[in-house]
């Protein structure tokens, strides 16, 4: 789509003429025609009122002279002709052209009675004032116009003002230079709509580029925290299997091959865990089925069970469903239990809590050294672990386990939230809320 970019001060000044062009001519038609007509109708009561005058005097018996000097007027020929064949007044002439006449008969005593009077009048007089009219007309449109185009060329500069403070602005933003806003003062304009509009998208245009910086920002380290993560497992598994090449001692070699197949597990895990998330970024698919939230915590908690004898489990609360993705929800709930196990080193109590207020939710508690304040919503940064005192409850590994668990439930349409725990009490407290 290409937009025309002829200059607007052009266009305006142009149309503005055009129009004031077209009434100024339509006004010189009108006042011409009404001229025209006025005068005519004026020519042809003069001429009627010239006759009627003469009828009148012939009847009061005025000499023929006499009546002819009264009835003449500037621009007229009067003629009257006796019965007697005298003729008094200017010669007649015969109608046509420019000549207009009116004759009648006039009657009265006996020298008058039976009188042919003529009266004429010129029309050139007419077409000279209809000439200087015309004149007069063209004149003033000339001027009219003139002066019209001289005040637009001067008033659009100030009407035009605000485009080209919006073309400034542009153009330093363009050049790097950032916050600059119009501000109209009034918004209910057309000036001040586009203006505000303006403004508007300036608005969205630095708020996209500022959330593209930090993405590429979050990204860039991202990437460079992941390929540190990975580098720890990679190297363990390089040095074990250099080693289990070079060891003859069957013993330490069943030993080496044991830490390779961990170190090879930690990788493993580690690259499912930055899948995981980069199909959360990419919209996470879920199985939607209905899900007993009460029977999920069940069977984490046996987990935790049969792991860590010495934890005590408590599983209170209702038997809540919910519809979701049941492999998905079991892996936000094993990634709870896991860093409050760890967190607790293997002692302690863990407590599962599933209610219905609302939306569905799902309380775990743990007994363990706590979350401060202040790292209770950075936690669900990925790639974030807390000092070593408290590093095991802030998902342990490589710090995505949170990450991923928060974006899972927020696919569902819910959220993972880390709360303070009750009367001050140590521990931690996390809560997911699904609809």
């Not at 659009?156 to 330093?172: E, F």
Request: aromatic share 2%; net charge positive; charged share 25%.
């Amino acid at each position: 789509m290409s937009t025309r970019t002829t200059s607007l001060r052009r266009r305006v000044t142009l149309t503005a003429l055009g129009v004031l062009g077209v009434v100024l001519l339509a006004a010189g038609l009108t006042v011409t025609a009404v001229f025209d007509a006025q005068a005519e109708k004026n020519l042809n009561a003069l001429l009627a009122g010239r006759v009627q005058l003469a009828k009148q005097l012939a009847r009061q018996n005025v000499a023929p002279e006499a009546l002819v000097r009264r009835v003449d007027a500037p621009g007229l020929r009067v003629s009257l002709r006796l019965p007697s064949g005298e003729l008094i007044g200017a010669q007649p002439v015969r109608p046509g052209g420019s000549l207009r006449q009116a004759r009648a008969r006039l009657s009265g005593p006996e020298r008058i009675d039976g009188a042919r009077l003529v009266v004429s009048a010129d029309t050139q007089l007419l077409a000279g004032a209809q000439r200087t009219l015309q004149r007069v007309l063209v004149l003033a449109g000339v001027a009219a116009l003139v002066l019209t185009a001289l005040g637009l060329l001067f008033g659009m500069r100030v009407a035009l003002s605000p485009l080209d403070a919006m073309t400034g602005l542009a153009r330093a933003i363009a050049g790097g230079r950032r916050g600059g806003r119009l501000r109209p003062s009034k918004a209910d304009t057309e000036l001040g709509r586009a203006a505000t509009a303006f403004d508007e998208m300036l608005d969205a245009l630095e708020g996209a580029e500022h959330a593209a910086r930090t993405s590429e920002e979050r990204t860039r380290r991202f990437v460079a925290d992941a390929a540190h993560e990975l580098r720890t497992p990679i190297a363990g598994v390089r040095a074990a299997a250099e080693a289990v090449v070079a060891e003859t001692d069957p013993a330490r070699r069943e030993r080496l091959a044991v830490l390779l197949v961990r170190e090879s597990e930690r990788a493993s895990h580690l690259v499912d865990d930055l899948l995981d998330l980069a199909r959360i970024d990419a919209g996470l698919t879920l199985r939607s089925e209905p899900v007993d939230l009460y029977a999920l915590a069940s069977a984490a908690l046996e987990r935790v069970r049969l792991v860590a004898p010495d934890i005590a489990v408590e599983l209170t609360g209702e038997r809540v469903w919910v519809s979701g993705d049941a492999d998905r929800l079991t892996q936000i709930l094993t990634n709870l239990t896991d860093n409050a196990r760890r967190a607790m080193d293997g002692i302690g109590r863990l407590a599962i809590t599933v209610t219905r207020a609302g939306p569905a939710r799902v309380l775990v508690t743990d007994t363990g050294p706590g979350i401060p304040p202040a790292d209770r919503e950075r936690i669900f940064d990925r790639l974030v672990r807390l000092d070593e005192s408290r590093s095991s409850n802030s998902g342990g590994g490589a710090g995505l386990g949170l990450a991923i668990a928060r974006g899972i439930a927020r696919a569902h349409g819910g959220d993972l939230r880390c709360l303070s725990t009750v009367d001050g009490r140590s521990g931690a407290v996390f809560e997911l809320v699904l609809p």
